[in-house]
């Protein structure tokens, strides 16, 4: 057994796959883990980082495509083993009750010396046959804002072709694909360049196009609590920052509707699971829904 570890200098001690350990309690039969890099704690202000394979990804899941592309161990960590030997593993994940069928990474150009960054997309199959894009992310943390806005732009790039693809799909495949979905952490108020980016890139900010969710402070998440990295600060601070956000391609709104979306800010487990508050919408799936 591997002894427990701190992968951040911020996280607690474990040696757990926590997707995995999320998932099962949940219960999501399908998760996919991707991480953006190897790293560990080496004392409690320093950190060492090591590099990660485009087929470094973990969970269970249905693209037979990426499982023989990466079928051995070699294949999906080919990197310089000793140089990560002993690290943990710090990134992103999607977790689903059906199955997810294709899977698509993204790294993110390095922004000067800060950590990298990166973006993952599933295709998920419903029961009735109909697919869908969820896109997750991790964008960068810069005071002003220039990091997020270089990573957006990537990440355009990136949604745009799946948009691509999905649409030219619909005249050549028999399932029926709707829409692409984008969420994560953006690490970016609503009126930074990222944001902004990203809605004129034609994603629609579902808190905003939900009836009453309306004003920029409206749907904060961060902080959690009155402790950020646990530094007390004044309570009134808590949710002061909008940071997370859920976009639904403009290519797919007649075919996925967002029935409500807000904020979950409730019980001790919001609180300490993480420095930012959950955001919580339920779509529906169908031709003009």
């Given at each position: 057994?591997?002894?427990?570890?701190?992968?951040?200098?911020?996280?607690?001690?474990?040696?757990?796959?926590?997707?995995?350990?999320?998932?099962?309690?949940?219960?999501?039969?399908?998760?996919?883990?991707?991480?953006?890099?190897?790293?560990?704690?080496?004392?409690?202000?320093?950190?060492?980082?090591?590099?990660?394979?485009?087929?470094?990804?973990?969970?269970?899941?249905?693209?037979?495509?990426?499982?023989?592309?990466?079928?051995?161990?070699?294949?999906?960590?080919?990197?310089?083993?000793?140089?990560?030997?002993?690290?943990?593993?710090?990134?992103?994940?999607?977790?689903?009750?059906?199955?997810?069928?294709?899977?698509?990474?993204?790294?993110?150009?390095?922004?000067?010396?800060?950590?990298?960054?990166?973006?993952?997309?599933?295709?998920?199959?419903?029961?009735?046959?109909?697919?869908?894009?969820?896109?997750?992310?991790?964008?960068g943390c810069h005071f002003i804002g220039r990091e997020q806005y270089l990573q957006s732009k990537e990440l355009v790039t990136f949604v745009d072709f799946l948009v691509e693809e999905r649409l030219a799909s619909k005249t050549t495949e028999t399932t029926s694909s709707y829409g692409v979905i984008v969420c994560g952490d953006f690490n970016s108020p609503p009126l930074l360049s990222s944001i902004r980016t990203l809605r004129q890139s034609g994603l629609c900010d579902v808190w905003q196009t939900s009836a009453g969710n309306t004003g920029l402070i409206a749907g904060g998440t961060f902080p959690s609590h009155a402790r950020v990295l646990g530094v007390p600060f004044l309570s009134c601070v808590r949710k002061f920052l909008r940071l997370d956000y859920i976009f639904l391609h403009e290519s797919g709104r007649r075919e996925i509707v967002c029935k409500s979306v807000h904020v979950q800010d409730g019980g001790y487990d919001c609180l300490m699971a993480s420095d930012h508050l959950p955001v919580n919408a339920i779509f529906l799936v169908g031709p003009l829904c």
């Open positions: 057994t591997v002894s427990p570890m701190r992968t951040r200098i911020w996280s607690s001690p474990h040696n757990d796959d926590q997707p995995a350990v999320i998932a099962s309690l949940a219960g999501f039969d399908y998760h996919v883990f991707v991480p953006a890099i190897r790293c560990k704690a080496s004392s409690h202000c320093r950190e060492k980082h090591g590099f990660v394979s485009d087929g470094d990804v973990s969970g269970t899941f249905c693209d037979e495509h990426w499982k023989s592309k990466y079928a051995t161990e070699e294949q999906r960590n080919n990197v310089d083993e000793d140089e990560n030997d002993g690290m943990g593993k710090f990134g992103i994940a999607i977790l689903s009750k059906y199955p997810i069928v294709e899977i698509r990474t993204h790294q993110y150009r390095r922004y000067k010396r800060k950590t990298l960054r990166n973006a993952m997309a599933c295709r998920v199959c419903l029961p009735n046959n109909t697919h869908f894009w969820v896109v997750n992310t991790h964008l």
